[in-house]
């Protein structure tokens, strides 16, 4: 048997009775990893899903699309490609208002125009079973079921759809790339391709999408056939889209979805790293004894680290495989619980990368994080076998200690490697570290400073027991930092995300509550908004906002023009490429509208409101004003139909989009556009719900182009996902309390001991357990307050950085309701610190006596 | 062989130098039997401490079977602790969460020697406790916890063994055979035995006697007939 082996099995008999213990703090740890092992196999799901079902989703290997009719030179190129083998099939999806004659019900939906062999993937299943096939064979409609539901109609009605009239044969039942959220904006409708004129909607300026998908030879690279067409294609105004970029997209998307999780858990990780590392200081305590023991046994120092760092390796890793266990359950739940967040089918598995992943991380940082107080260990004398000093002093270590030093490099950087990774730019990390760290040190100081307050303010005239408590502050080996860190950073985190998910999503409660419309009519041609007015107010309804809408892309910024820029992806320094090629719905007005502020330069002065020669005036909203990376002063020339508009930005805007108001991007000083053909859209108030319908009806029965939206059932929807969102939220501010919890038992642990010890001892020279009670009382008590207060201090730094820079919306901390996570901290750490006291009242004074 | 040459000890206590042992010097050849006698506070804790190598003294000089223990550090100490040196301590000092077999295999399997678990069961059975190597710590008494500590001293056959009041915690009759154990064991193998103590009677029995007052030496005595007890 060599030295190894006999260290190995010393470590694994040496930590008989210590293993449940050891492993209750290094527990710490294990909701961090699950966090992270649920996050990342989930998201590998998803991501693994899109790939598998991206090609059905967007229904063919590459997509181009077009708001506008295909030029013919578009047509002749797909003309020669399918002449190559290449089959295309045609959609032009556009919105209507949906009509059942027989019942009168409307409805706004999304008509689907298609092509015989659409789609090239996939099947779209429907009910009665087989009825796609039909749909070619006269002007039939297969419809999404809940546009039967609000109809009121059913299998065989007869469907009006501007002024097209249809048979509903089927309903669909499964279709690919069904997302929840997109039928908000209305139900789908399918009917054939070639019926689509006979609706008479596409009129000048509608809005439409015309896209057209491919299925491309097995083997071909969709981005590679590509390649080549793409500037063409982009010339006339057609946008390419490859099954590749759907994939990537989408993987983007459900990052940005899965990443502030996956940073909670990290923290949650961290917090619980802060939780080994108080109760590995407990342990620490208990073994100084059978340290001394060893070392004049002729154990060398190494010896002794080998057997601990051995068991909290060990214990950290069943720690770890805890969480793990509990990550892959929480996994296999999360599909019920986002339904309708995401575009596929998710297909649960396994995803062993993330599982070792989590292992390593989880195992790691319960090491790395155990290691700093077991260092102490290897300066335990075996002179302590003869003459035992305080478990402190023996502990102590100097800050120049080196192994230390390393340990706690080695800690910060292991922090900052896991942050680098799981962020998702080195800015977020570093800000995340920055943050952490920050919140550590404003931790220590405020202990600090409770110690030396504790220390200065003791007065002679307090109750002995409160005297007692409040000295238990400062004494040797007192638990102020370790509780306090622990307490205040729990009290942090969940006051953070209780903070940042009350602030984001009030954006969107106040903001839908403060808006009077709530019908918009959109596609009113020019010479039907005087119509559409006066059914409007003849229904004793009010018109909030009649906005025209003129249709426009950029032809160039600064006398550039685009197709010479080199246009960047979204959030890279430059000018982004969306933003540039995207086609503007802008509209003209004199004032600002109620739901945008002006924020840099000066809204249309008189002069730009009177019509005469000279440059005309735009104001951009802030947002697309960084896309296009330009600044108040700088000249857009815009392409509006053809003739070339030359303009100077004298404002920028902040607009409350979630207003439900019709909102712009670009909005013109007026004399620029009058002369542009333009469309309306016109916002209108009904206050009777069930007048709506009647409202929609009116007006769809005499203009069938224009389509109507009821706001209310959007923001109804809206708010449906909100609270889905805000639960989710929730459930992780939760889950912070439920990771401090550990945390805060370890913590306490680390002097329990003393505290027991002391308590006995008190009892036997006549202390009653109310006393007794009254001593820990004040000592938990303070601590309490103490972290509790600082957590929440910090959480309004931690959130006001979140929402303004993250989330990029005003911030104002609630303080009642953190108050209350503060006071419920405190109650938390009373519980258990009279928890520890317990044992105090178990303990007869007798066995304390034969024990000491 | 143990020899201390001026061995001097001093803490420092604020701006105070406390001088806690002043230049002892003897030495003890192998095989000897010593008791260190003296009052509480005379140094005799210090003193087996700077002999044991578990501490340094401030001056002076100490040879443990021909190593400078001043010129070793800490870990060579350590290792030569676990080849040469073995303890027994008033408070027995047991790892409480090992067996007593287990106990007694600490030393052997931290130097990786070979049948450590028959070794430990063999000297188990020669303190006498060959049926209860199983029990932990707590489910032993006094004086067994004690003759384990003395197994577990001698595990590794010690050239010299230290015992810290080893008779200090029991009764007068189970301290008289802990005192005549480790006797037999200092004739039978020939180790060196240090004793400290308060107990006259105990001291009377060792083969030399050196009495400390204040930190110094006031009286070394051999008495040649006590060997043959």
Redesign the interface.
Known sequence: ???????W??AW??????RRRLLLYMSSISLGVAALVAIDSFSSNIIQSVKEQSRAMMGGDLTFNSSKPLTPKVDSLIDSLSRGGIEFARVTTFPSMAVAPRTAGTRFAQVRGVTGNYPLYGTIVTEPAGRWSELHKGANAIVDPSLLTTLNARVGDVLRLGFGTFTIIGTVKDAPGAAGIAEVFGPRIYIPARYVAETQLLVFGSTADRSVVAKLPPRVDPDKFIGPLRHRLQNEQVRVRTVTQTEMSTADAIENLTSFIGIVGLVALLLGGIGVASGVRAFVARKI??V????????????VMAIYVTQAAAMGLLGAAAGAALGVGVQFLLPNLITGFVPVDIDVTLVPAAVLTGLAIGGWIALIFALRPLLALRNV???Q???RDTDSNVLRMRWTDSPRLIVDLALVSSVVAIALMRARTPEQAFWMSAATGAAILALSLSAALLSWAARRGLRSGWPYVVRQGVANLYRPGNQTRAVTLALGFGAFLVSTLYLVQKNVLRQFSTAAAASVGNVVFFDVQQDQSAGVDSIIRGGGHGVIQTAPVVTMRIASINGRSVTDMRPVRRGEPGRARWALRREFRSTFRDKPAASEKVTAGKWFGPAALRPGPGIGEISLESGISEELNVKVGDTITWNVQGVEIPTRITSFRLVTWTRFEPNFFVVFAPPVLEAAPRQYLVLAQVRDPSAVVLLQRAVVNRFPNVSSLDLTSIKRAVDRIVGRASLAIRFMALFSFAVAIPVLFSAVSATRRARVREGVLLKTLGATRGQIARILLAEYSLLGVLGGLTGMLLSIAGGWGVVRYVFKVPFTPAIAPIMGIAAAIISLTLLIGLLAGRDVFRETPIAALRDS | MLIAREVTKEYQSGDQTIVVLRDVSFTIPQGAFVAIVGPSGSGKTTLLGLLAGLDTPTRGTVVLDESDLGRLNENQRARLRGEKVGFVFQTFQLIPTLTALENVQVPLELRGTPGATERARDLIARVGLGARGHHFPTQLSGGEQQRVAIARAFANSPKILFADEPTGNLDAATGGRIFELLQSLNSDGGSTIILVTHDATLASRASRTIRLLDGAVVEDTERPAAVAV
């Open positions: 048997m060599g030295p190894a082996r006999g260290i099995s010393l008999r040496e930590s008989r009775n210590a004894d059978t001394a023991v060893l070392r004049c046994l002729g154990a060398s120092s190494g010896q004398s075996p002179l076998t003869l003459r």
